[in-house]
C-alpha cells in the first residue's frame, strides 16, 4: 500500500490534522448553536427565589462553556501536531536524469588514476605539542620605552 515511511508519515500527519480541524468545525458549530438559543431574564420581587431558579441555568452553561473550551483547545492541539508532523516529514531525493557524456579517449601519458580531491580533512595538533617563543620580558620593556615615529 504504501512505498516507504515518508508515505506513512505523511499520511498519519493528515489524519491527525483532519481530526483537529473537525474537532475545531464541531466545536464553533457547538458554540454557534449555544448562542443561538433565546436567553431568558428572570425577574422577580424575591431575589432568593431569582437566585434559586437561575442558579441551575447558570451551572449548565457553565458547564458547556467548559465543555467547548477543552474541545476547542484538544483541536487547536491536534492541528498543529498534524502540522508539524507533515512539516516534518523527510524529504525524498530529487533524482534528475543526466545524459551520459561520452568519455574522450585517453593519452598514455593520461592512462594513470586520477587523483580524486578529497573531501577537507582537518589536522589537529594537540596544544601540548605547540611550543612559541615566549619574549623575554626585558625586551618588551625595550621595545615599549623606545620612541615612536610619529607621522604628523
Not at 25 to 38: D, P, W
Not at 62 to 70: E, F, H, K, P, S
Not at 81 to 99: D, F, L, N, S
Request: contains cysteine; charged residues 20%; aromatic residues 6%.
Amino acid at each position: 500500500m504504501f512505498k516507504n515511511f515518508r508515505d506513512k508519515i505523511a499520511l498519519s500527519g493528515i489524519t491527525v490534522l483532519g481530526i483537529g480541524v473537525a474537532l475545531l468545525v464541531f466545536t464553533f458549530i457547538s458554540a454557534y448553536g449555544f448562542l443561538a438559543q433565546s436567553l431568558s431574564i428572570i425577574a422577580s420581587q424575591d431575589l432568593v427565589q431569582t437566585f434559586g431558579e437561575a442558579l441551575a441555568p447558570l451551572i449548565v452553561t457553565c458547564i458547556r462553556i467548559m465543555y467547548l473550551g477543552v474541545m476547542g483547545w484538544v483541536g487547536s492541539l491536534l492541528t498543529i501536531r498534524g502540522v508539524t508532523i507533515i512539516a516534518h516529514t523527510p524529504q525524498t531525493p530529487t533524482v534528475v536524469p543526466q545524459k551520459p557524456i561520452p568519455a574522450p579517449e585517453k593519452r598514455q601519458e593520461e592512462a594513470k588514476p586520477e587523483a580524486k580531491p578529497s573531501e577537507s580533512e582537518f589536522v589537529g595538533t594537540p596544544l601540548e605539542q605547540v611550543s612559541q617563543p615566549q619574549p623575554e620580558p626585558k625586551e618588551r620593556q625595550k621595545k615599549d620605552s623606545s620612541p615612536q615615529p610619529s607621522n604628523h
